[in-house]
């Protein structure tokens, strides 16, 4: 059963997302930006393929901004985003970005992550946290699931 208070406040959340990005993929360019301009590692997941794990976002976006590019050219950018693993991805092609931590995690804090919060209905069609992971990391297997539930619980 959901709590009406939780609830609530997603609401109010999504709402003022919405509001202060104007949209799913604003949000996303925009998180995409940033983690270009901070360096940090994320796992990039796709609705079609697998994901590409604890890869950095090229800095040339960022600069590319810091230098006036205009729309058409950070357009460009986003269209062809080069990660350190190697791969280049238009945005259009990334289903979620989930910003990890700069200096990982290790096993000992990965295990003792709590799965219960994965029970947690989160999601827009009320999804658990666990269903959502097992759906955006394309999990083949409880291990696989289990494994990225903790990576993100933890971060």
């Not at 990334?94 to 992550?113: N, Q």
Request: aromatic content about 6%.
């Amino acid at each position: 059963m959901t709590d009406p208070k939780k609830e609530a406040l997603k609401k109010e959340a999504l709402k003022n997302l919405d509001k202060h990005f104007g949209g799913p993929m604003e949000m996303l360019a925009h998180m995409i930006i940033h983690l270009s301009m901070s360096g940090q590692l994320c796992d990039v997941t796709f609705r079609d393929r697998e994901p590409a794990l604890n890869v950095k976002i090229d800095e040339s976006i960022s600069l590319a901004l810091m230098y006036g590019a205009g729309a058409k050219k950070l357009k460009e950018k986003l269209e062809r985003i080069q990660m350190s693993n190697g791969e280049e991805v238009s945005i259009n092609e990334i289903w979620v970005v989930l910003p990890m931590p700069a200096g990982g995690f290790s096993d000992k804090e990965l295990a003792e992550v709590d799965l219960a919060d994965g029970e947690e209905q989160f999601g827009p069609s009320g999804e658990t946290i666990r269903e959502m992971i097992r759906n955006v990391y394309h999990c083949k297997s409880k291990e696989e699931e289990e494994k990225f539930l903790r990576r993100y619980l933890a971060s």
